[in-house]
């Protein structure tokens, strides 16, 4: 059984930089691609980022790109979402997940488990 927990979350002045970091339990994580995605009230779930099972291969959604980062650590079985130069439109709750040998999809019905998020919030 796969567990993922997002955490670091939290409320942030626009043009901070926040971490999170999606902490994975079960077996054969470094066989997971991970992605995390986004949702702010009234919307859909958004793409925001993913890593492959390796950690080789990374995409990042264009609203994004340039701010954020993601990696993996397959030791510690954590993937981190570096986000810098926050702005209002980032808030959102902010959710991981993982696909089994997955490449890194921005597709969220590709992803098989799902962590319960992490409150971002960027106050302007």
């Known amino acids: 059984q796969v567990h993922l927990v997002e955490s670091g979350g939290t409320l942030v002045q626009a043009g901070g930089s926040l971490r999170l970091s999606c902490a994975f339990s079960?077996?054969?994580?470094?066989?997971?691609?991970v992605g995390w995605f986004r949702q702010a009230p009234g919307n859909d779930r958004n793409f925001v980022a993913a890593i492959n099972w390796s950690g080789g291969n990374t995409d990042i959604a264009d609203s994004v790109k340039g701010r954020f980062t993601i990696s993996r650590g397959n030791t510690k079985k954590t993937v981190d979402l570096v986000m810098t130069n926050l702005k209002p439109e980032d808030t959102a709750v902010y959710y991981c997940s993982a696909d089994y040998y997955g490449f890194g999809s921005n597709y969220a019905p590709n992803y098989d488990y799902w962590g319960p998020g992490t409150q971002v919030t960027v106050s302007s």
């Open positions: 079960g077996r054969a994580f470094s066989m997971y691609a």
